[in-house]
């Protein structure tokens, strides 16, 4: 299985701020990464996919980077709507998520 | 719009059957360009990828739960299906289905999850 780690499990940040997660693979895994965020209560959704493509629908301020087994995901202005946990999640081999990291407001 | 929804028991015994069925509407289940997978998530954790299945039956699971699961697929109800045996109170969890992209020039031939059900919480307990 190929590990994925991320870091940090959670943060406080305060709205405006700029917030980076990290998520590390325990291979090279190119740019075969997307990204998820989960509202309480809600399934994940979709947010960014082959590392730094941004779906259809989702804010500019939200991207991410990335390759090989070091990828970056950026909120670039935090606003109260982005509270929720956030996934990894890579496709090189049979899916694997990492743990999370949940944001909350400071 | 494509919509997937969950139902099923939310109560199984130790030691028994789980099982599930996840009916998409607002599209094919029989699309070629997607498999259609399960994931779950215990209370407070994380998210833990069951398996997916082609609409030709073809399956994949995660190796730690290969033992004890199977997906099936009813192509004329448009409907796939999750059944885990010999679940204990660590199969308590919500149980989610989503579309899972396919793409044979991947490595892994899979790419994302998008879009999934509500989710249902199945309890594990006497």
């Known amino acids: 299985d190929i590990q994925m780690t991320q870091s940090p499990s959670s943060l406080s940040a305060s709205v405006g701020d700029r917030v980076t997660i990290t998520c590390q693979a325990s291979?090279?895994?190119?740019?075969?990464l997307n990204w998820y965020q989960q509202k309480p209560g809600k399934a994940p959704k979709l947010l960014i996919y082959?590392?730094?493509n941004l779906e259809t629908g989702v804010p500019s301020r939200f991207s991410g980077s990335g390759s090989g087994t070091d990828f970056t995901f950026t909120i670039s202005s935090l606003q109260p709507e982005d509270i929720a946990t956030y996934y990894c999640?890579?496709?090189?081999?049979?899916?694997?998520f990492g743990g999370g990291t949940k944001v909350e407001i400071k | 719009q494509l919509q997937l929804q969950e139902s099923g028991p939310g109560l199984v015994k130790p030691s028994e059957t789980l099982s599930l069925t996840c009916t998409v509407s607002?599209?094919?289940?029989?699309?070629?360009?997607?498999?259609w997978g399960w994931i779950r998530q215990p209370p407070g954790k994380g998210l833990e990828w069951i398996g997916s299945?082609?609409?030709?039956?073809?399956?994949y699971y995660n190796p730690s739960l290969k033992s004890r699961v199977t997906i099936s697929v009813d192509t004329s109800k448009n409907q796939f299906s999750l059944k885990l045996s010999s679940v204990t109170a660590a199969d308590t969890a919500v149980y989610y289905c989503?579309?899972?992209?396919?793409?044979?020039?991947?490595?892994?031939?899979?790419?994302?999850?998008?879009?999934w059900g509500q989710g249902t919480l199945v309890t594990v307990s006497s």
């Open positions: 989503a579309r899972h992209a396919r793409d044979g020039y991947l490595p892994g031939g899979f790419n994302w999850f998008d879009p």
């Open positions: 607002g599209g094919s289940i029989s699309s070629s360009s997607y498999y």
């Open positions: 299945i082609y609409y030709s039956g073809s399956t």
């Open positions: 291979q090279d895994i190119s740019n075969y």
């Open positions: 082959d590392a730094s």
């Open positions: 999640q890579q496709y090189d081999n049979l899916p694997t």
